[in-house]
């Protein structure tokens, strides 16, 4: 099999076209171009054509996923959900994803947080916040940050008036120090239970 023609430049997709002998096309990248060596007259085995497919499809799923991440905040199976959608081969889209990951393109607890802020941005309450995660498809374990988001928004909202307060989540630091010296309380979070932490009348009060 040979090629028959290899474009100079690509589309507005970015994609150089493939034109074989038989008739058929390829919309390839710029770099599986360069990692096959391919030029114009060039003859490929089966074989290679296949591997060629391959790595096309691979590197389709990639360039979407990267376009899909620029246009909005996803979650890891919301994306590749959509790749899916838009035509890509499910193992391609779940490798795209991983891929994602790895470069911290795709974080679902970010997303969970970036969600949660905008919901608190626009006066949502905890079941719109809730639906609004839910259509992000962002996992249970994810989305356990919500719950003490919008419980420390909606108490500094209730006593914005009464008392200041700092909020901090934690990330990399750790809090065994604090779960040592502390007060152990068996119960849900809930806007109540932090403006008791906050008030400085109460036993529980940080400060």
């Known amino acids: 099999m040979r090629i028959d023609s290899l474009k100079n430049s690509p589309d507005r997709a970015g994609r150089y076209w493939v034109t074989f002998d038989d008739g058929t096309k390829l919309g390839l990248y710029r770099q599986t171009v360069e990692d096959f060596g391919l030029y114009t007259g060039m003859e490929i ?80 309450g905890l079941q719109r916040a809730k639906q609004a995660l839910y259509e992000k498809r962002i996992p249970c374990c994810a989305a356990f940050s919500l719950q003490v988001l919008m419980s420390l928004w909606s108490a500094y909202h209730k006593r914005s008036s009464e008392m200041g307060m700092m909020d901090t989540l934690r990330k990399a630091t750790t809090l065994d120090g604090i779960k040592q010296s502390g007060t152990v309380v068996n119960a849900d979070i809930t806007p109540e239970l932090i403006g008791t932490v906050f008030y400085d009348g109460s036993p529980l009060h940080d400060g």
Not at 70 to 76: L, T, W
Not at 81 to 97: C, N, Y
């Open 45 to 124: 085995t089966e074989g290679e054509k296949e591997k060629l497919l391959t790595a096309a499809g691979q590197m389709s799923a990639k360039m979407r996923a990267v376009r899909i991440v620029s246009a909005s905040s996803v979650s890891r199976r919301d994306l590749e959900e959509r790749l899916v959608r838009k035509g890509e081969d499910p193992a391609q889209a779940k490798e795209a994803v991983r891929w994602m990951e790895d470069l911290h393109l795709v974080n679902d607890r970010n997303t969970a947080e970036q969600v949660v802020h905008s919901c608190i941005s626009k006066g949502y």
